[in-house]
């Protein structure tokens, strides 16, 4: 089973990369909040560790039970993929998910200050693999998928800001709180709906918003969105770093040129990759300008 697992994770989960991925998105978040409130004196701990294994280990369960419910209709399109292949069992899977599921709730209730929110983000994720209970309805309709389960990554936000506002007594409803709320959500959904926007030429048997809406509308509602959360990462960033800031906004119009070349010609190049680009640089933008100013801090 073990082996199995191994071979899963390599392919769907890649677990190093992931808890680094999870560090990076609860600590970015943890001291955006604080910097932008005037907190420079840290008390890092095992409720921090918690918080990132939290992130980890839920996102994993996404995954797992995405693997689940996508199960017939991956072994018609993506029958390479590990569960849909057989190298790994659905067994092995229940037995990973429930270990998943057993420790996250046991290292929250001990040591988390939050728990009642934790457990709103695992209801709204359970919701989420039961299709809410309305399976015939949201399978069959992309718009309506998006709209039901996108928003659990704004829930995990409220997860790691409730944690840190409880800590340091700050108000759950402030400026920056909502700012970050979203500013951490928009990548989200720009990529989720970014990764479904092909030219008229690739479109195949799986629905994308591009066949829904047209390859031009669905590229114009992502770059969009794009616009509204740089706003929001430049206000967060605006006291942390200027240069930050400018690289920022270099980065914006840049990913602006590329929607617009996408809408002339899709068949230049694939949507999603050049948003994953842009994402990169974003989020290590945001990153280094706050490594960078508590390290000048501490100076």
């Given amino acids: 089973m073990l082996s199995r697992l191994g071979v899963y994770f390599k392919e769907m989960y890649p677990l190093g990369q992931r808890f680094g991925l999870a560090i990076i ?3 970015e978040i943890y001291f955006i909040l604080l910097l932008n409130v005037g907190i420079a004196d840290f008390s890092l701990g095992i409720q921090e560790f918690v918080g990132v294994y939290t992130i980890f280990s839920f996102l994993m ?3 797992i039970a995405d693997d689940f419910k996508d199960y017939e ?3 018609r399109l993506f029958s390479d993929r590990a569960l849909p292949s057989g190298r790994v069992y659905k067994s092995d899977l229940a037995y990973a998910l429930a270990f998943i599921v057993v420790s996250s709730v046991s290292l929250n209730f001990i040591f988390m200050n939050n728990f009642y929110w934790f457990l709103f983000l695992y209801i709204y994720g359970t919701l989420m693999a039961l299709w809410f209970f309305q399976k015939s ?3 069959q309709s992309l718009p309506l998928a998006l709209v039901t389960h996108n928003p659990v990554m704004m829930i995990l936000n409220i997860y790691i800001l409730t ?4 800590k340091y007594e700050l108000p759950l409803i402030s400026w920056p709180t909502v700012l970050l709320a979203f500013t951490m959500y928009f990548p989200s959904l720009i990529w989720e709906v970014s990764r479904k926007i092909r030219a008229p030429r690739d479109e195949n048997d ?5 066949k829904l809406f047209g390859y031009k509308r669905a590229t114009r509602f992502v770059r969009n969105l794009t616009l509204i959360d740089i706003v929001t990462n430049v206000i ?3 006291n942390i770093s200027l240069i930050g800031v400018v690289v920022l906004l270099v980065n914006v119009v840049w990913m602006t040129v590329q929607f617009q070349q996408f809408i002339e010609e899709p068949t230049r190049f694939v949507l999603k990759e050049r948003v994953e680009r842009y994402t990169y640089i974003t989020e290590a933008t945001m990153v280094i300008a706050v490594v960078v100013h508590l390290l000048l801090l501490r100076v």
């Avoid at 944690?163 to 409880?166: A, G, L, N, S, T």
């Avoid at 799986?206 to 591009?210: A, D, K, M």
């Fill in 25 to 27: 998105y609860f600590f």
């Fill in 163 to 166: 944690f840190v506002c409880y």
């Fill in 73 to 75: 209709h991956d072994m």
């Fill in 236 to 238: 967060l960033l605006w």
């Fill in 61 to 63: 369960i996404l995954r």
């Fill in 137 to 139: 309805k949201i399978q």
């Fill in 206 to 210: 799986y629905v994308t918003y591009s």
